[in-house]
């Protein structure tokens, strides 16, 4: 019968009744073999499967799992959060540069300013206004111009800049808008002059204000 080897290490398992001057020396390797799968201790080599330590804090260590290090630590907060519900969205961040859409903002405090989005247009004889485009409406008149307000969703309110051209004289017809007195003002005639409206709704009507006239942009 010859020499056989085990199944996993594959040690060599000397040949009962034989191998007589040889059997040392192939235990000698096999014990070699299996020294050389521990590190010092003796523990098992990360490399070989094993830990290549004998605490729980060396063993981390050695496999590169440090807690609060190479994985998050655990917290109160975590099983909190767990429990929420994703959003289907970008997460917002802190100090990152997004855009906002259907955000609610309660006893919002903004410092250093906002700005509106500005919505540059011609009128034409006819324009329609979409608060989408911008709550800031710079229109210059380049004909005497129909303007169609948008639906007046309560709370909502913009701004405009309404310009003459470089002709001038253009008029303006407002469509759905109650001014004060009950009558429209006479918007500035003068070529390159400008006037400055305010608009609010309450959910019925649009309600327009004179901020000035006749301004030079």
């Given at each position: 019968m010859a020499d056989s080897t085990t199944t996993n290490l594959?040690?060599?398992?000397?040949e009962v009744g034989a191998s007589t001057d040889t059997w040392g020396a192939k235990i000698n390797t096999?014990?070699?073999?299996?020294?050389?799968?521990f590190d010092a201790g003796p523990f098992l080599k990360v490399s070989k499967g094993g830990t290549g330590a004998g605490t729980a804090a060396n063993a981390r260590t050695?496999?590169?799992?440090?807690?609060g290090t190479n994985v998050q630590a655990w917290d109160a907060d975590l099983?909190?959060?767990a429990g929420k519900t994703a959003p289907s969205g970008t997460v917002v961040g802190t100090t990152d540069t997004q855009t906002l859409t259907n955000k609610t903002v309660e006893a919002g405090t903004f410092t250093n300013g906002y700005t509106e989005e500005v919505n540059t247009?011609?009128?034409?004889?006819?324009?329609?206004?979409?608060l989408a485009d911008g709550s800031f409406?710079?229109?210059?008149l380049t004909g005497n111009a129909t303007i169609t307000m948008p639906t007046?969703?309560?709370g909502k309110s913009f701004i405009m800049f309404l310009k003459q051209d470089g002709t001038g004289s253009r008029t303006v017809t407002w469509s759905t808008v109650k001014w004060a007195g009950g009558t429209a003002p006479?918007?500035?005639?003068?070529?390159?002059?400008?006037?400055?409206?305010s608009f609010f709704a309450d959910g019925t009507n649009w309600y327009g204000t004179t901020v000035g006239q006749n301004y030079t942009p």
């Open positions: 594959l040690l060599t398992k000397p096999d014990l070699d073999s299996i020294d050389a799968l050695a496999l590169g799992l440090v807690i099983d909190t959060w247009a011609n009128t034409s004889t006819a324009y329609t206004i979409s409406q710079v229109l210059t007046a969703t309560s006479t918007v500035t005639s003068t070529a390159s002059k400008q006037d400055i409206y």
